[in-house]
């Protein structure tokens, strides 16, 4: 298996240089050349988290080579995770949560995260590559300190993170801001996440940051990264085996995902998963205010010209779903000109509507429906009040997805994936279940662990304390001068 570009489907790349790329210079997202890796879930059962990452990992990047992989895995997912399973089930009435936030920093990115750097450095090493590799991510709040985390002193790399000011919770940025590490920079950018996105996105094709670049190639910790997405991969196959070992489900009944979206990241990769064999049902979009997936679903029309709600679920305040480029491609029967048109409607007018034919095979596969802030507070309330369960703003809102779901008569056997940590949205998640929440996020954490018992993550619990490094603020206009600067200054011979 090798990696083209959604905008040329042409000159495939083994998977370890897509990574070191990030984004194709042609503005275009990589994606695996076919989609017939076949993967037999059903000699999976029985294996460990790890195991399962490496048959995964070892059939999406072939060439990287077993050893690699299994190296790969074990500097990712041995030591990291606060739970030996690292992505538990937790059954509830209705299902079961996913749950994607035992990593260091508390939020499902950590999946990804802790592995990518790995992944990287490897390629480097392939390669015999003496550049530096500069990563510049846009994050809504959960990618950056996990990234920031991932690549804190691994050579060869550095790493800056670029957040909506006002866009993130106290405790993300807080996060952000005491980053460790001598190779990260974290910059608070005057706009929204989409901004931050565009900013990216534009970096790696402009002609003034190529220019400032001399032995530095810059790549994407986002999940415009195939490095992102395909250890995404690997917690569905856990999941589906998990259940089969449990008696939850019998070996090859579908499952079906209910998954919080933004950029359309965590649920491509869902679809991945289908696409390798594993008995998928539907996979559910859930969104908050920012429905523009929803709409998308239900019309055909993707339409981002609408106004930007700040949610308590900001990690999903995103109206540019990147990922969603790489879907409309294989619907569109791998048609590299068709997507490169959709998307360049999108850049010049703001919106496109695709064929009917690309809609009939979305929706063979994806249902979406949203909720908005007081239906997002209520699941979160209702949930810990029936059933003594404490989750975060994102997963509440796959969890209204999925009763919305449900009340279409579907009965199959359903999983959330839970994307964060009920601590990292303490204030809002005290103030759903009816605690008292003032200014202070740590107050409120203190509070939530009094009432819920759930231990504090290490991470979160130290916060408080570490000092802040980071104060650069910068309008959104100036990314690419402030950029291009950087990139100067990481130049050598
Ligand atoms: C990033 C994130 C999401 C959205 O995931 P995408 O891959 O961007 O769709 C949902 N929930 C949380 C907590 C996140 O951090």
Known sequence: MEYYSTRSARNPLPGHQAVIRGLSPDGGLYVPDNLNCSIPWNTLVGKSYQEIAEAVLNAFFPDYGN????????????????????????????????ELWHGPTSAFKDLALTILPHLLTAAYRMDSRSDTVAILTATSGDTGKAALSGFADVPHTDITVFYPRDGVSAVQKKQMVTSRGENVSVVAVEGNFDDCQRMVKEACSSDTVKQACHN??????????????VPQVVYYFSTYVRLVETGKIQSGDPVTFVVPTGNFGDIFAGWLAKQAGLPVGRLVIASNDNNVLTDFIRTGTYNRERPFHETISPSMDI??????????????????????????????TGHYTADEAMMELIRRDFDAFWCDESMCRNEIHDLFEDESILIDPHTAVALSALHQYRAGGHREYAVVLSTASPYKFAQDVLSAVGGHSDDDPFAAIRALAEISGMPVPTGLAELESLPERFDTVIPASEGIAWIAAKMEGLSHD
């Open 67 to 98: 050893e690699t992989i299994h190296q790969c895995v074990s500097a990712a997912y041995d030591h990291s995770f606060d739970t030996q399973e690292v992505v538990p089930l937790k059954e509830f009435r209705g299902g079961s949560f996913m």
């Open 319 to 348: 109206l540019v779903s990147s990922n969603l480029e790489r879907l409309l491609f294989f619907a569109s029967g791998c048609d590299a000109e068709k997507t490169a048109s959709l998307m360049n409607q999108l850049n010049s």
């Open 216 to 229: 530095v190639t810059i790549s994407s910790a986002n999940s415009i990264n195939i490095g992102r997405l």
